[in-house]
């Protein structure tokens, strides 16, 4: 989802470890690059953020993070 919603081109899920950050020195993610996921998280499995929300660091914070933010608000 991540490749797609983002459109990182050049870049397969084996590329990316599950446990390096999303953002920094890890997958290089930016704050427009969050809101696009919030979105696609909304689309595709129905879970809602806060913009302000403290958790969305850790929410926000690797592909496990998100995967286990998904399994436990998915609504779809």
Do not use: C, W
């Not at 870049?11 to 020195?25: H, K, Y």
């Not at 993610?29 to 696609?40: C, H, N, Y």
């Not at 496990?64 to 998904?70: K, S, T, W, Y």
Request: charged share 25%; net charge negative; glycine share 10%.
């Amino acid at each position: 989802m991540i490749i797609d919603v983002l459109q990182l081109e050049g870049v397969a899920p084996s590329d990316i470890d599950a446990e390096a950050p999303l953002f920094g020195d890890g997958l290089g993610l930016d704050s427009i690059d969050a809101l696009e996921l919030g979105v696609a998280l909304h689309k595709r499995y129905g879970i809602t953020l806060s913009p302000d929300a403290e958790d969305n660091r850790r929410h926000f914070a690797s592909v496990h993070a998100l995967r286990l933010l998904i399994a436990g608000r998915r609504t779809r």
